[in-house]
C-alpha cells in the first residue's frame, strides 16, 4: 500500500495499481519482447491485476514508489535505450494517473530473444 499526502488529504494506492501502470508502460515499449518473473517465465497476456505483483515488484520508501521490473528484450535492441524509455514512461504515467512521485526503477533483464532465448542476469537502473 503506498499512502501520500496532499493538499486535499491522504491518499492509498494499492500495490497493483502500479504494477498495472507499469504494465500498461511496458506494452508498448520499442524493444522490450516480454515482461518475465525473476526466474524468466514470460508473462502471459491475460496475466493482470494481483497477478501482475509476480512479474513487477512495487515497494515504497517515504513516500516515493519504488519499482523493479524483469523482462527480455529483442536482439539488436538497445538495453539502456529500452531501460531509459521504459523508465520515462512509467514515470510520467504514474505521475499523470496517480499524483504520486516515482523513485528507483530498476529494469532486471532476464534474457535476449533472438531465435531462442538466451538467459542473462543483468540489472539496469532506469
Known amino acids: 500500500m503506498i499512502e501520500y499526502e496532499t493538499e486535499r488529504g491522504q ?3 494499492a500495490d ?3 504494477a498495472m501502470i507499469a504494465l500498461e508502460a511496458a506494452k508498448n515499449t520499442e524493444g522490450l519482447y516480454a515482461l518475465t518473473n525473476a526466474k524468466g517465465k514470460i508473462m502471459k497476456a491475460r496475466q493482470t491485476g494481483r497477478e501482475s505483483l509476480g512479474f513487477i515488484e512495487v ?6 514508489v519504488d519499482l523493479r521490473l524483469y523482462g527480455i528484450i529483442r536482439f539488436g535492441s538497445s538495453i539502456s535505450g ?3 524509455i ?3 514512461k512509467i514515470r510520467s504515467m504514474i505521475k499523470d494517473i496517480t499524483g504520486a512521485e516515482t523513485g528507483r526503477i530498476m529494469f532486471t533483464l532476464t534474457g535476449v ?3 531462442k532465448i ?3 542476469e543483468l540489472d539496469i537502473l532506469c
Open 11 to 13: 491518499v492509498r494506492f
Open 118 to 120: 538466451a538467459r542473462r
Open 113 to 115: 530473444k533472438s531465435k
Open 59 to 64: 515497494s515504497s520508501d517515504s513516500g516515493a
Open 82 to 84: 529500452t531501460a531509459e
Open 16 to 18: 497493483q495499481i502500479f
Open 86 to 88: 521504459l523508465g520515462r
